[in-house]
């Protein structure tokens, strides 16, 4: 079945760093999505990338979709405190009613000051 | 955006005892919700597809008669871990798409920590 692998599982920058997480999946993608988990907290929805190629910003956060729609990146420049979570990217998987998501292991990023 | 709300958030319980965790789709209709699973730093683990009118659907190795799921309408969906043992401490995140807004985004509720004693 569908496997979404997330790289590296661990990271730990000073505060201004850059960071990026990497994300593939066994199988061609319609679309990937991105989440951030703060501590303790539920998933919250960063971004979907539907086309192949595609690249997305959000202020400080730059999200890639490749050309095989195979592999994602999330790179977000000078990190900040408030960037502290764990980072999943997310495949649809089709279940008998629909399609739900499959999640990578997920990135957890620490910044000190 | 739409709104998932979960409850309980915390739980404990005696071992051998059942616990039901309510999802509630507050804004939005949804026929289908899913429950995830999350062990401590660890990935989200689909359990089952939530259907309303009819029975879940549960994904390889999980015990369809340890979780027990029912949809009993178009906004609540509810998990019941029976006789629960300490292995089945974590934390049940429940989710749905709004089909209305239908943007890709899957909405979290704010999941429910059980710890079985």
């Known amino acids: 079945g569908q496997q979404v692998m997330q790289i590296p599982q661990y990271q730990h920058v000073q505060e201004g760093e850059d960071f990026t997480t990497y994300c593939n999946s066994s199988?061609?993608?319609?679309?990937i999505q991105w989440y951030k988990q703060r501590p303790g907290g539920h998933p919250v929805f960063l971004i979907q990338l539907v086309k192949s190629g595609e690249v997305k910003k959000q202020k400080r956060l730059t999200f890639q979709f490749g050309e095989a729609k195979k592999n994602s990146s999330l790179h977000i420049t000078a990190t900040q405190t408030t960037d502290v979570g764990t980072y999943f990217c997310a495949g649809p998987r089709w279940v008998n009613s629909g399609y739900a998501l499959n999640f990578g292991k997920g990135t957890s990023l620490l910044v000190t000051p | 955006g739409a709104v998932v709300s979960q409850h309980p958030s915390w739980v404990i319980c005696k071992s051998g005892t059942s616990v039901k965790i309510e999802c509630r789709s507050l804004?939005?209709?949804?026929?289908?919700m899913f429950w995830y699973r999350q062990f401590p730093k660890q990935s989200l683990m689909l359990m089952a597809t939530s259907n309303e009118g009819s029975k879940a659907t549960y994904e390889q190795g999980v015990e369809k008669d340890k979780f027990l799921i029912n949809h009993a309408s178009l906004t609540l969906s509810t998990l019941t871990v029976t006789s629960a043992h300490p292995e089945d401490s974590s934390f049940y995140i429940c989710?749905?798409?709004?089909?209305?807004?239908?943007?890709?985004?899957?909405?979290f509720g704010e999941g429910s920590r059980l710890t079985v004693l």
């Open positions: 804004d939005f209709q949804a026929t289908t």
């Open positions: 989710s749905a798409w709004d089909r209305g807004l239908w943007t890709g985004e899957l909405f």
């Open positions: 199988t061609t993608l319609s679309n």
